[in-house]
Each structure stands twice: as C-alpha cells, then as structure tokens.
C-alpha cells in the first residue's frame, strides 16, 4: 500500500507543470491548442484587393461634414473615436448568417468592398505606431487578454477597433475570445481581426507594444 501511495504522488508531482504550462498557454498569447466545437476555422488567407465597383456604405459620410473615420487620422492615435458609424447596409447575405462584416466558407470577405478610397478608413498618418510583426494567417491563433475595442491586446500587442466599426463588435469577449490577424490590402494602416468564435471580422489599428 506504501508502495502504491508513493508512485501516485510521484505521478502527480510529474503532471503538474505541464497542466500550469498549458494554463499559461491559455491565459493569453499564440494558442496552439485545437479550436473547440464553437469555433470558426480561421480562413487561410486574407481578402486579396477589392477590384469591383465599390460598395456605397456612406452611412455617416454627409456632404460638407466627414465622418468618424475620417476625423481619425488626428484622434486615433492611441485612442479611438468613440462615435461609431451609422451603419444601414445589411450583411446578412444568407439566411442565419450574421449582420457583420464576415468570412464565408473561409474564403469570401462579405463586406469587404467599399474599395481603397473609402474615405471612412481614411488614415492621415497610416502605421504611426508601427507594423505589427507577430504573425498573421490561421497558423498564429491570438487568445484576447483584457481591455476593450479602444485597446485591446493579447502577447504583448495592443490594437483598436475602427471607429466606424464599433457596432460590430459588441458581441466580442475581450479576455477570452481568439482571433486571426489578416493584413488590409485596400486600407493602409488597418488590419483585419478575425473572431474565430463568431466567424466576423473588424478594422484594426495596431496601437504598438
């Protein structure tokens, strides 16, 4: 019985650290476990650039007077807006779909399509904090660690959401859920954040380490 009572301590003692190692894992930073049953499979690539006719989603742009994401260039610098835009356009393409900009089948970017001049993402001074290098595509999977869509961060990197964007992230958990980071090739100076629990995306600007 001695025996027996000292190889299951010895069994215990050895099991410890790797379960505080993947506690650690989970609290924050690139998380390598597998994605649960609730969660979106990351696409595998960005948006490439926009080529059609650009969508008119001009919801807070009035003739004579522009809108939160123009006003951003002087005031998103560290902090965003936080007046959000005044959004009319429908995103849900297909029936449960949902009303945000999203990723279906992991290859189309619903809603990315306002084109390069959308003035709504227009940045005076676009990387003024920086690129972001810690990695992008589904291979670099970010568990959120805290704050809000004014400054949120996970691994040391902080980003804010757009401010015209606002409304589309109401549903985030910011201390738990993953997202992808994708590179805007439209936009200068934006990412795009991708839940991977929602299947939604938003504007990001990286706010530095």
Known sequence: MRAAQLA????????????AQQDRQDRGGQRQAPRNEHQQAPPKRGPAPYRGSPHKDQGNVR???PSPRQDQGNQHQGQVNPQQGDHQRNYSDRPGHPN???VDNGRTWVGHDTGRDDPNYHLDQPY????????FGPSHRWR??????????FNGFYFGVAPYDMGFVDGWN????DVVIYDDPDHPGWYLAYNTRLGTYTHVQYLGQ
Not at 174 to 177: E, H, S
Request: no cysteine.
């Open 8 to 19: 299951l301590t010895a069994l215990l003692m050895t099991a410890m650290p790797a379960f």
């Open 63 to 65: 003739q004579g007077q």
């Open 100 to 102: 945000a900009p999203h």
């Open 128 to 135: 003024a904090h920086g690129r972001f290098t810690g990695g």
């Open 144 to 153: 959120l660690s805290g704050g809000g869509p004014n400054r949120f961060g």
């Open 174 to 177: 910011w201390d738990a859920d």
